[in-house]
């Protein structure tokens, strides 16, 4: 008995183990589970994202770009590489339009009821079948106060020549030839073609005081001195502010550019589930309010506000007034006019 039962001990136990390094051998060989993230550059804490892989052990890939129309060229010449994206209002349009996002499965999206209203249910989006809000914001005037005698307020400040050659803008077609348009009175939205020659005549103008175009980190010219002023993302002003006491924030006297920005999953994305995993993550009130912190952009998670600092939800130029909202404007998909923008966008900055 005492030889029949060691033996059946033995047998156990090797098979335990040949068992156990058949999984672990299973494992080694399992591809680890990832997410393909696309966004702009310095807006997703490195923590943030850190904290996602540790929590659900998934490896997150963070591209960026510098422009909706670049991130639309590479999704359109091979989106499925990607997981998720972030596309602001207009160009959520578009891809939706052009059938370039998957309807997101909002059962696995809890977090959504942290949206403020006035933020769900878009005209480009009815329903949130594709998009889900991410951060919204504007884009200001930046001025060095050491460095500028006029006293800016509003796009037309820009053009003076006090401004030769130190300007820094975004790299960003809509927003910089929305803002000559409004400097002319015009919607950021104009599509007639005379109304348009006349913006590339004075974008022309204004190239000359164009140092640096620059949608990555414009505030970092300011904050250097190597720019008098600019027109830059809202966020960017206010850390620009924070480290350069000379700079001042001006929410231009024409209107400024409006924007959301939104989690959108492109057709064929080869992670679906994950990336609807990392939209709630991200709707998280903690987790929306450390982003705020590192990138204040204004932020449509109201939950979240009760984890940010006070400071920051009454800037003015992060929340504007009624007032500065109202003359605000949101971009529009274009159509056919679009290619017109390119062309000028194009054209001016070559020359």
């Not at 672990?24 to 996602?52: A, D, H, R």
């Not at 997150?60 to 639309?72: G, I, P």
């Not at 504007?138 to 800016?152: E, L, M, P, R, Y």
């Not at 920051?312 to 998909?333: S, V």
Request: glycine residues 6%; charged residues 30%; contains cysteine.
């Amino acid at each position: 008995m005492i030889k029949k039962s060691r033996i059946f001990k033995r047998l156990i136990s090797a098979g335990l183990i040949a068992f156990m390094l058949g999984s672990v051998m299973t494992g080694c060989g399992k591809k680890q589970s990832e997410l393909n993230v696309f966004n702009w550059s310095e807006y997703l804490p490195q923590s943030v994202i850190e904290k996602f892989e540790k929590k659900y052990n998934i490896k997150v890939n963070y591209t960026t770009y510098s422009s909706n129309e670049e991130m639309l060229a590479k999704i359109m010449a091979g989106g499925s590489q990607f997981d998720i994206s972030v596309a602001t209002d207009y160009m959520a349009d578009i891809m939706i339009k052009q059938k370039l996002a998957e309807e997101i499965n909002m059962d696995n999206i809890p977090n959504l009821k942290n949206i403020g209203e006035q933020f769900k249910n878009m005209s480009y989006d009815p329903g949130n079948k594709y998009t889900v809000p991410y951060m919204w914001g504007n884009a200001v005037i930046a001025v060095n106060t050491s460095k500028v005698k006029t006293n800016v307020t509003g796009y037309s400040d820009l053009w003076n020549s006090e401004f030769n050659n130190s300007l820094v803008v975004l790299d960003d077609e809509r927003a910089i030839l929305g803002a000559v348009l409004k400097k002319l009175g015009y919607s950021m939205n104009e599509t007639d073609p005379k109304k348009l020659e006349e913006a590339k005549q004075e974008f022309l103008k204004l190239k000359k005081n164009i140092k640096a175009y620059d949608s990555d980190s414009p505030k970092t010219s300011l904050i250097n001195g190597e720019a008098a002023a600019g027109i830059v993302w809202g966020a960017e002003a206010v850390l620009a502010e924070k480290e350069n006491k000379d700079i001042k924030a001006v929410l231009p006297k024409e209107g400024m550019y409006l924007w959301q920005d939104n989690f959108i999953i492109p057709k064929g994305a080869p992670n679906k589930e994950n990336a609807e995993l990392f939209i709630n993550f991200i709707l998280d009130p903690e987790i929306s309010a450390e982003i705020s912190k590192d990138f204040p952009y204004a932020n449509p998670n109201v939950e979240a506000h009760k984890y940010m600092d006070k400071e920051t939800l009454e800037n003015k130029t992060i929340y504007p007034g009624e007032e500065d909202m109202k003359k605000g404007e949101h971009l529009k998909d274009l159509g056919d006019a679009l290619k017109e923008y390119d062309k000028i966008w194009t054209e001016v900055k070559s020359q």
